[in-house]
């Protein structure tokens, strides 16, 4: 077996998704009437995309260890984990947001929807960042390299929230990013998608968002074609132009996508059956991973739109997104995608771990799963101590509401 071989991550998949069952970690359950107004289906499938995604970086640390390269993996299967795993998420955020602006009428409580954003993403944000920050103190030994002034503006970008595209190394440490994993980019490609809204509101109005969809699908289709093919030289460290303008049209596409698919629920037209509708969902991804190596192209996006899309429309892939696992995994989701980086970093620093791993594919995959249990585990502790508090407190300041005294309450 290689360590790039496909079927070790559904085993991993699964045994996660059986430790979300226990009871142990029910403190991730959450009442349905407590969400926004998200799809149950949707609720189900966020956890499998973070977790894809960390499989994707467990692969590109292998060839870290082995190489000292922070590259693609040279399976496709795995390259995809990753970039259909962002590209759903970014689907997921077009198409929540862009619901918004649609039952508003392009007229949203602009103030409501940033506080709300703030809260939902700084607060874990700045855990994560903070942890980083100790893994930096610790291996350059708690000493200054660096000019502080110049550590403390290093520092600063940092703290911006992901708002700041800049994120660079700290105190002369080389590869600070690699110790989130590097998908801290993600977040500043969200911020710019919600700083977009407000321009883009009147878009909103009418029926003017498919005409704006495919406008906009056409100018990125061409990149998508051009582009298309990755360079083989192209790394996330050692970008080509390629890969740049590739992987910018995918990310608009992928945006546009989630828009189409926001105007196209409310619409309300005739659906699939669920058998059918799951039939479909998982054969236009299947033709996706076995069909391509990379997501920059128009075919793939237009698959995994088409799977995005039924899984809004209420496809639970045969029920698997409506399990309570499923669920509990989803909740924790933006935990299990900011600190996989550090659980990677953490537990591969350990030198019998690391050699263990890199004795053959069953052990790295054996740490691999020990990894996601943990992580895991992490998350659903962040969660419930940093991410739910913000969220709560992001609802009590958008809605400015404030209890009011009991005998107040109970006067006529």
Known sequence: MSVFSPWPYF??????????????FRAADEPHDARDRRTATLDGLRGFLALSVFVHH??????????????????GFHT????????????????????????????????????????????????AVGLMFLVVGWRTGFELREPAWSVLAEVLQWLALGIWPLQPDINGYVGTTLILAGVT??????????????????LARGARTPRFVIGGMLLVCLPLLVFGALSPGATPSRPTLALVIGALAWVLASFLMGMLSAWLVR??????????????????????????GHMVGPVQV????VFF????????????????????????SYSIYLLQGLVLTLVFAVPPVRAFAMSGPTAYWLVGAGCALLLAAASVASY????????????????GARPMPAAQAARP
């Open 11 to 24: 085993v991993l998949v699964l045994v996660v998704l059986g430790a979300m069952a226990l009871p142990v």
């Open 58 to 75: 467990l692969m590109v640390t292998h060839g870290y260890i082995e190489r000292g390269e922070w590259t693609f993996p040279p399976s």
């Open 80 to 127: 995809l984990l990753g970039q259909a795993g962002v590209g759903v998420f970014f689907m997921i955020t077009a198409f929540l947001f862009w619901g918004k602006l649609l039952d508003a009428k392009g007229r949203p409580d602009w103030r409501g929807l940033y506080t709300g954003r703030l809260w939902r993403i700084g607060p874990t944000y700045l855990l």
């Open 185 to 202: 980019w993600t977040v500043f490609v969200e911020w710019l998608f919600y700083g977009a809204l407000r321009p883009m509101a009147p």
């Open 267 to 292: 619409r309300k037209g005739p659906r699939l059956p669920q058998r059918e509708a799951s039939l479909l969902a998982l054969a236009c991804l299947a033709g996706v991973f076995l069909g391509f």
């Open 302 to 305: 237009l698959l995994l739109w």
């Open 309 to 332: 899309h039924l899984v809004c429309t209420g496809s639970t892939l045969f029920g698997l997104l409506g399990t309570r696992a499923a669920r509990r995994m989803s909740t924790v």
């Open 384 to 399: 419930r101590l940093v991410e739910k508090p913000g969220i709560a407190r992001g609802r009590r300041l958008r809605s």
